[in-house]
């Protein structure tokens, strides 16, 4: 056996020929009132299956947004990682909320859904989620769903075209009482089994001639059914269709509603005939599921009488034929000036009464738009080359400063606001001040830069760079200034000045933040760290109990060494008024540890931390001579100093050696302009 026999053999042997029997599954229109009394759900409407989809995949709250919820749907389905939607909870909630007042036919299951936002907010990813979700939830048990067929005399099976559902063949004067007796049977009372709308016109030419045939006796009709399983798929052109509007000469409504198939009316004789038409219009499809109208907007009106009859009636009307029942979600998704022109435009003002719009802005939280381009830029996706680190974040802290309006608030900065809205706490600002600014900027994130823009910038700078083993910030921000030049969507020169500006504001935060990393990564010595510790808590009790500290070396009495406090104390802005507050908040701290049986350890006091490691920074960092690396010679003792923060920096902060380097060559460069500044005063 050759070898790729026998990979097939152990694939085969994988496959679960049970499973592929189940949901392959046909059988009797009786049979099928059994497996509806066991599970009534398999009636659903296309809306409630939706929903359950949705549902199914679970929620949780979102920490400190008093009362955001998010769904698991839209995070990563399947942990493909390709389709997750950042951010937008707000957003999703509200579709949800449509989904979910459809599904109990509250009214919104007669409109449209229209996605409205800006170019690249994800209007587009969150219809193909949605698409791709009833794929794979109708292949599960409880997303099933059936659809029927016509026994020839033959043997062969003619397949109701619109796939639609086996209860419809249920004459209207008996629903009533098969429903009762379904629902009766089934025992059931969180969903009651309802018999809505009729089947398509082939199906119903198909009935009658068999009703005469059968006398008028509708059950042996359907001892002729075959019920089958039936799965969604796009590509199969099953309960999923996406309709894009072409060029408006090209368009003909037939697109939609389907079309005469002249071929077969030298057969049947008459264009009348329903099997001489092919129900193949995107309505017919997305029978059952769901339709994704692409820039819905731009639709001849021909399209639009369609669009709402399918909306409020659930009707579509085929040529030559009478009315015909669909059941299907429509989703619909367009940008800023298209939907400008429906609002202006008077004889759209049907479609406008029979729309439910949903902003779907743009991130403006800084965590959630990182995420989104380290959804692409990985170790895993960029291989052979290192991403510096804040590379990513620097790039979306200027795609969210873009999309954020000038806050009113006196004394706030744009860079601030971003913060704010990132959930980092500042002085004088409340949750509610952050709820106000938000309430206050009504139209934020509805403009501003694309993430598509920043991730083909970023993608440029990987190729452009090809001597450098490592992408950093500055790369990538000259990679987004220049592209501002011949941007197409950016208007105006004083549009394109604002965008320059928070490139320069961002350049600044990336240093603050580096500088800081570097410092810390200097001061990351634990031993050095734990003696300034000690000796600064020494000092803090006997200043707090009044007392004296012992001088080690001399082993006298001493008073407690105030500049020694008020040197640590300042790197963190305690003031002079506030030492006294500060200090017995640390000795309370640490008496409470000790009640529990807790000793005190700084690393659990985010605060004191940091300002340990500011004041070791600053002790260590004229031995180290850290502005000596702009300098063309480095002597040994210096080198060696210099390589043991490097290596600090690759093991606890990501970088890797180029990186590294760089790095504290441009802290280093930031120094030495600051001692030339110092001297020259």
């Not at 009534?40 to 009362?67: F, K």
Request: with cysteine; hydrophobic share 35%.
């Amino acid at each position: 056996m050759s070898n790729g026999q026998a990979f097939l053999s152990q694939v085969s042997e994988r496959q679960d020929p049970e499973q592929f029997r189940q949901e392959h599954w046909q059988g009797s229109f009786a049979e099928y009132l059994d497996i509806v009394m066991r599970n009534p759900r398999v009636t659903r409407s296309a809306y409630q299956r939706l929903y359950d989809m949705i549902m199914a995949e679970g929620s949780y709250p979102v920490e400190g947004s008093n009362g955001l919820v998010r769904y698991r749907f839209f995070d990563d389905p399947q942990n493909e990682g390709e389709d997750a939607i950042f951010g937008l909870t707000k957003p999703l909630m509200e579709l949800v909320n449509v989904f979910k007042s459809a599904a109990l036919k509250y009214g919104t299951e007669r409109r449209v859904l229209l996605l409205h936002g800006p170019v690249g907010s994800s209007k587009s990813t969150i219809a193909r989620l949605l698409k791709r979700g009833l794929e794979r939830y109708c292949r599960a048990n409880s997303g099933a769903l059936y659809t029927f067929g016509w026994k020839e005399d033959d043997g062969s099976i003619t397949w109701d075209p619109m796939h639609g559902e086996p209860l419809q063949l249920v004459p209207a004067h008996a629903r009533e009482d098969v429903c009762a007796y379904l629902n009766r049977e089934s025992g059931q009372d969180d969903y009651q089994i309802e018999i809505e709308g009729d089947i398509c016109p082939l199906s119903r030419y198909y009935f009658k001639e068999r009703l005469e045939k059968f006398a008028g006796d509708w059950t042996k009709v359907l001892d002729t059914v075959v019920v089958k399983r039936l799965f969604l798929s796009e590509q199969d052109r099953i309960g999923v269709g996406t309709f894009q509007p072409k060029d408006e000469k090209n368009q003909d409504s037939t697109e939609l509603t389907g079309d005469i198939n002249y071929r077969k009316i030298a057969e049947y004789g008459t264009e009348s005939d329903p099997r001489a038409f092919n129900f193949d219009g995107e309505f017919n499809v997305s029978n059952r599921g769901m339709i994704e109208f692409i820039e819905v907007l731009k639709l001849d009106v021909a399209f639009l009488y369609d669009l709402l009859g399918a909306s409020q009636e659930h009707k579509i009307k085929p040529k030559k034929f009478a009315q015909t029942d669909i059941d299907t979600v429509i989703v619909g998704h367009t940008n800023e000036p298209e939907y400008r022109k429906l609002q202006s435009n008077e004889f759209m003002e049907a479609l406008r009464d029979r729309t439910i719009k949903i902003d779907v802005p743009y991130v403006t939280t800084l965590d959630e738009e990182i995420k989104i381009y380290k959804k692409d830029y990985n170790p895993e996706r960029v291989r052979g080359k290192h991403i510096a680190p804040h590379t990513l974040e620097v790039a979306a802290m200027w795609a969210v400063l873009t999309r954020l309006e000038e806050p009113k608030h006196h004394g706030l900065t744009l860079l601030q606001k971003m913060k704010l809205y990132n959930g980092k706490s500042l002085p004088g600002f409340t949750t509610e001040n952050v709820k106000q600014l938000r309430k206050e900027a009504r139209r934020e994130g509805m403009e501003g830069i694309s993430p598509r823009y920043v991730q083909d910038k970023i993608s440029n700078a990987l190729v452009v760079n090809t001597t450098a083993t490592s992408l950093n910030p500055f790369m990538v921000l000259n990679e987004l200034e220049s592209g501002l030049t011949h941007h197409s969507l950016i208007h105006n020169d004083e549009l394109r000045e604002h965008y320059r500006q928070l490139i320069s504001v961002v350049k600044e935060e990336y240093t603050d933040i580096v500088k800081n990393e570097v410092q810390r990564a200097i001061a990351a010595d634990e031993d050095a760290l734990t003696r300034l510790c000690g000796n600064y808590i020494d000092n803090v009790k006997a200043y707090t109990q009044r007392e004296k500290v012992k001088n080690k070396f001399t082993g006298e009495d001493e008073e407690p060494d105030e500049r020694l406090m008020r040197s640590i104390e300042d790197k963190i802005d305690i003031p002079e008024s506030r030492k006294d507050d500060f200090r017995r908040e640390i000795m309370n701290y640490i008496g409470a540890l000790a009640i529990d049986g807790k000793s005190f350890n700084y690393r659990t006091n985010e605060r004191l931390q940091k300002a340990l490691e500011m004041k070791l920074f600053e002790d260590q960092k004229d031995t180290i001579k850290l502005t000596s690396l702009v300098s063309q010679v480095v002597d040994k003792d210096t080198q060696e100093k210099i390589d043991i923060v490097k290596s600090r920096l690759i093991r606890n902060y990501g970088y890797n050696e180029e990186s590294a380097t760089d790095v504290l060559q441009y802290v280093a460069s930031i120094f030495a302009r600051g001692d030339a500044k110092s001297e020259g005063k």
